[in-house]
């Protein structure tokens, strides 16, 4: 195989993958694995929200929280009783003890997790 067809395949088998993980945060992982994770300004609304809305929401908003475990995440209450209740890191973690999320496959990127580690720390607050 020459080199430019080479690429050519490894870009389109990057391309169905991004396709098939349907999820910003898996693609956010793969895309920047080799940037140093910034956790100095961490927000509720602009580092996490969107991240749980990508990557939660469709199990964890109101409407569908009843069929899933009963956690609601869509909002700021919601998302900060799961988070400092102890089961959200030990579930994005995928830890032993913890149903590991998100169940529908993936893991959240290890700066996502971070973040929300480093926001909890902070004292969840609402900002
Ligand atoms: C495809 C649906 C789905 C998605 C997506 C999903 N969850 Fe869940 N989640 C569930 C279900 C179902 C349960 C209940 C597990 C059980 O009781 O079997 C659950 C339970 C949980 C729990 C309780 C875990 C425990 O061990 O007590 C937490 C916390 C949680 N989810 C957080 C998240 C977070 C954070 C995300 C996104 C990163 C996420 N979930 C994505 C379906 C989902």
Same mark, same amino acid.
């Given at each position: 195989?020459?080199?430019?067809? $080479? ?11 991004? %396709? ?35 990557? %939660? ?21 919601? $998302? ?18 913890? $149903? ?28």
């Amino acid at each position: 195989m020459t080199r430019k067809l $080479f690429y050519l395949s490894l870009l389109i088998s990057v391309a169905v993958a991004g %396709c098939y993980y349907d999820t910003s945060e898996e693609l956010y992982s793969a895309a920047n694995q080799n940037i140093v994770c910034d956790t100095s300004a961490v927000t509720y609304s602009v580092s996490i929200a969107p991240v749980i809305n990508a990557s %939660c929401n469709s199990c964890h908003d109101k409407t569908h929280a009843a069929a899933n475990g009963n956690v609601t995440l869509d909002d700021y209450s919601h $998302f900060a009783a799961v988070a400092t209740g102890g089961r959200l890191m030990g579930s994005i973690r995928q830890q032993p003890g913890y $149903f590991a999320m998100p169940n529908n496959g993936g893991r959240l990127s290890d700066c996502n997790i971070a973040i929300i580690q480093k926001w909890i720390n902070m004292g969840a607050p609402n900002n």
